[in-house]
């Protein structure tokens, strides 16, 4: 093997050929398992998932290639200011329990399969249901966007160039949306099941690996004081309200994810829903601190790396490890495997939620209100299609880096977080508030943005703008005098 350069021999390519195989052996089986052609079959399940599966979908979900390469790169940019990554995965688990719970029982009641359907029944307003549902279809577009991009970042990095990342773009793109469209949210629960194991496996074999090549994370600490101690100061002001920032950012953002929220909805029950989350509360320890190790590690190990390329950087320790011994190699096989499925289950959440919201929210009103259940269903496996090619393109020729990515679809995302964090307690707020709310939020976070005004006092653009959506909502629903809009269930729920 040449010095330099990591390239995977037959034995290898097997494993992860069986693997990537069995993932499309497993939607096989689901489409073989499904119990009707119906949309909430298709794309909730049929409100079937027990805690088991819906944890492990939960967590193969939300711990996607962001946090392995992104959150990685981003550790090893700024240091151990990044600690505020495991503190904004826990912020994630409370947004869940502020809505969570009561918005399921009103899902089961009402038959919701999309957020979408939610705020049309509690607003009545085609507009801010069309609204809602555009704004979130764009932040998941970039989120699938990220995958693919850190899917490409994978194979090139550990291959030290040899793959292309396009190539390894095209190839998982296709595996992952043939697994989709034959079982929907029943293969790509069950699927997120077998990669939600592979990413615990593999985030524990980093976690002992990684920071032996620094010599131990006590060393690895002691060489960052002598090379760069400007990486291990505690935040300044500006960066503390940073780190606040964060925990809007993502504790409303990530919490709202429309397949976050399907995966609610298919949820056998709200006991079910809690016990899932109470066991989510403890992986920030498990994943994100496990980043913020390897990319505090980096720094010693490999500091000839630019930012440009900082989301490869797990990918080259991996390949230093993979160098050291038959041992190492087969353990780095397991880890990439490992970080495939940790792309591969987000992105094929997020196009099954794009897919859905597309079919139900704007095709199904607009374009053909007769459509039956397989019709509907046929359209959205179509649009996944569709929606793939033209995601596999943008990431191909797209020079952002993953973490910037994260950012530019919360900025966005969080401005729909009043009509779920308000909409399902508060009767008295109404459809025309919490329109007025986001697009003056929308406008004053994107306004923000495009003067380059990313962060102001530490405070990202999206969570300037969501505070002002809040305070509208606030302000306007104590000010008036219109009676309380009914909710139809929600008091019960």
């Known amino acids: 093997m040449e010095e330099g350069k990591i390239v995977f021999g037959n034995g290898a390519l097997l494993a992860i050929g069986l693997y990537l195989v069995s993932m499309i052996g497993v939607g096989y089986y689901a489409r073989v398992k499904r119990k009707g052609d119906t949309m909430a079959d298709f794309y909730l399940a049929g409100r ?5 599966v819906l ?9 996607s290639g962001n946090t392995l390469f992104g959150y990685t790169g981003k550790s090893y940019l700024i240091g151990f200011e990044w600690t505020v990554s495991v503190l904004f995965m826990f912020s994630i688990i409370v947004g869940y329990m502020l809505f969570a719970p009561r918005l399921v029982l009103l899902a ?6 999309t957020p979408g359907d939610y705020i049309s029944y509690r607003f009545k307003s085609r507009f801010l249901t069309v609204i809602s549902t555009l704004l979130m279809i764009y932040a998941l577009c970039n989120y699938t966007l990220a995958q693919l991009k850190a899917m490409g970042a994978a194979v090139e990095g550990i291959t030290d160039g040899a793959v292309p990342s396009a190539y390894g773009i095209i190839a998982l793109a296709i595996i992952m949306v043939i697994y989709e469209t034959l079982g929907g949210m029943r293969s790509v629960a069950w699927t997120d099941v077998l990669q939600g194991v592979v ?3 593999g985030f524990s074999i980093i976690f002992v690996l990684v920071p032996d090549l620094g010599g131990g994370f006590s060393q690895v600490v002691e060489r960052i004081y002598q090379t760069d101690p400007s990486k291990l100061t505690v935040p300044t002001w500006t960066g503390t309200n940073k780190w606040l920032s964060y925990v809007f950012l993502l504790g409303c953002g990530a919490a709202i994810y429309p397949q976050a929220i399907q995966r609610l909805y298919a949820s056998r029950s709200v006991k079910v829903l809690k016990r899932s989350l109470s066991w989510m509360a403890f992986m920030p320890l498990t994943t994100t601190l496990i980043a913020l190790v390897c990319g505090l590690t980096a720094i010693v190990v490999l500091p000839e790396i630019k930012e440009v390329r900082s989301d490869q950087v797990l990918a080259r320790l991996l390949a230093l490890i993979m160098a050291e011994s038959d041992l190492g190699y087969w353990l780095v096989v397991a880890v990439f495997a490992a970080a495939l499925a ?4 987000t992105a094929d959440s997020a196009l099954l939620s794009i897919s859905s919201m597309f079919t139900r929210d704007i095709y199904l009103p607009y374009f ?7 019709h509907l269903t046929w359209v959205g496996k179509v649009f996944s299609w569709v929606m793939v090619a033209f995601l596999v393109y943008v990431a191909i020729v797209t020079d952002k880096t993953l973490v910037r990515l994260l950012e530019l679809k919360f900025e966005v995302l969080i401005q729909v977080v009043p009509s779920f964090f308000f909409g399902l307690y508060w009767k008295r707020l109404q459809s025309r508030t919490v329109i007025f709310g986001l697009v003056t939020g929308l406008i004053v976070a994107l306004v923000l943005w495009w003067q380059g005004l990313n962060t102001v006092w530490g405070f990202h653009a999206g969570v300037i703008g969501l505070f002002v959506n809040f305070s509208i909502c606030v302000f306007v629903t104590m000010c008036s005098s219109t009676n309380p809009a009914k909710v139809g269930e929600i008091d019960r729920a």
Request: hydrophobic letters at 45%.
């Open 55 to 63: 944890f492990l979908t939960l967590y193969a979900t939300q711990y």
């Open 342 to 345: 940790a792309l591969m289950s």
């Open 199 to 201: 990413l615990l496996v």
């Open 48 to 52: 079937s998932l027990g805690m088991a």
């Open 368 to 374: 053909r209100p007769e459509s039956s259940e397989s």
């Open 108 to 113: 089961r009641s009402e038959n919701f399969i």
